[in-house]
Every structure is written in C-alpha cells, then in structure tokens.
C-alpha cells in the first residue's frame, strides 16, 4: 500500500517532525519556510541578497508528476539570474512544448552521437524508452559564470551525478502522498493510462532515494515549496561562499 512521502527539509533546523501513522513507512514535517520574509503561498520574489553567492549546481530529483518542472519555473520566475540547464531527450515533443524551450528534441542517432563524445554529465533510459541527458558544458559555463544552474533528473541521473560532480545540490521534491502524484499525472493528462501505471510503479521505487539526497521538499502547497526551495539555495551559497 503507497504511504507517505518522507519530504523533511535539510534546511530546516527549526522544523517538527509530524509522525504519521505507525503503519506508515514516512512522516510529513512541518515547512520551515514560514521563517522567510514574504513567503505567503502563492507567488514568492527572492529578496535582495537572498541567493547571491558562488555558481552552483541544484538538481530537483523525484517521481514524475511531483511538480518538478512547476517548482522550476516557479523558482527561475522569482530568481532571473538563474538559468535552467534544458535536457536533452529523444522523446517526441508533447502538444505545446517547444525545442530549445522545454527540452533539446534529438533523434536517436544524434543523442548516441552526443554521448559517445562524451558531451553528457549523466544520461538515462527513462521508463525504459527515451534517452534523457544533461549537457555538461551548459552547467559548467552557468555555474563557472557564478550563478544558479538549475533542472530536473530522474533518481538515476541522480545516481551518476553524485559521482560526476559531488557538489551538486541534490534536492527531492514530492508531495505528500503518492495518491497525490496520481492525481497530477491525470490531471496533467499528457500520458497514456499505460504510462501513467508505469510512472506511479516507477515513483514507489524512486522514493528511498529522498534519504540520500542534501534536502526534501514537500510541494503539496506550490508557495510554501517555492519558498522552501529559495530558503535551501540561500543556505548552501552561504554555506559555500
Ligand atoms: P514533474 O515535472 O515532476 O513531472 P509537473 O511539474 O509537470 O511534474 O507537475 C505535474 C502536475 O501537477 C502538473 O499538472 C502541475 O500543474 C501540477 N502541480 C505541480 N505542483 C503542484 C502543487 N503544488 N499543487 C497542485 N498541483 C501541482
Ligand atoms: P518527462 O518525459 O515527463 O518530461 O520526464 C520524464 C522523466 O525524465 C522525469 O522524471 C524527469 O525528471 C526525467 N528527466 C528530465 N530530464 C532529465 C535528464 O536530463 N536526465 C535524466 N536522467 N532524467 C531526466
């Protein structure tokens, strides 16, 4: 049976632990953003200062449908200066999406040619069909520049980044529960309901991973995560700087 999604935050030093039931593998912790200056969910603008510092490399890692790609944009809307690093893919590009906006579209011969030369910092076989990879000149000249390079990977990018460039801040994103990520993907409705059962199979294996990941954000409110997210990246510049 799905239990809740362990989605404590690293950051938060003053956060309570909220125990779920017994039966229940996770717990869900109080956010700690409300300590941040105007931080009301909804729209959340980075104050001055907040996130100045040192480049730096932040990976947004969880099952699809978590609302990585939301919080992304949510964060590059409040923070300019950072820059999202566009995947490349095979998979076709959904109604809507744009190449060179959403993804780098490639044929499968042009992502082997890519990763033969060795031009990716990790690649994956997503679900088991699509080619997906993150281009490591793009995070080397954003972060080299100092400033935020930021995307999304799934947990065994996640894996071989680790490897690749240990500094990464590695950052897992889910809601609360896994009844909750269902609820998105059909809502979102972009998959097959073949697809969909494969990505929720695919999520119950993908959540161990959170425990080894720098921080856990819980994106049930899309504000508080917003700040949540915010509140972790100024953390690690000062930590850092
Ligand atoms: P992912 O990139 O992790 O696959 P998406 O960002 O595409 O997930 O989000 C999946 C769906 O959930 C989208 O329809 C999105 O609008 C919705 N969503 C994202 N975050 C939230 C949230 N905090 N509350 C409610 N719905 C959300
Ligand atoms: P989607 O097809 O829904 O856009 O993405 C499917 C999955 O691929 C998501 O879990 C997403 O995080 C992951 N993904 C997106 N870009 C990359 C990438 O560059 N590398 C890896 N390993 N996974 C990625």
Partial sequence: MP?????CTGVAESATRQTGPADLPYSVPALAAARLPGRAAGHHT??????????L???LIGPSGAGKSTLLKAYLSADPTAVRVLSCTTRPPRAGEQ???DYHFL????F????AAGTFLEYAQVFGRHGYATPREEVLTVVGAG???IKDVDVQGASQIRKAMPEAVQVFVAPSTLTEIERRLRDRATESEDAIRRRLAEAERELPYAERCDHRIANDDLGAALAELTAVIASERRRRG
């Fill in 3 to 7: 239990g809740r999604v362990c989605v």
């Fill in 46 to 55: 980075v104050m001055s200062g907040e996130t100045s510092g040192p480049g």
């Fill in 57 to 59: 490399f932040v990976i």
């Fill in 99 to 101: 190449d060179g906006v």
């Fill in 107 to 110: 044929s499968d011969s042009e």
């Fill in 112 to 115: 082997s040619r890519r990763r």
């Fill in 147 to 149: 400033r935020i390079a």
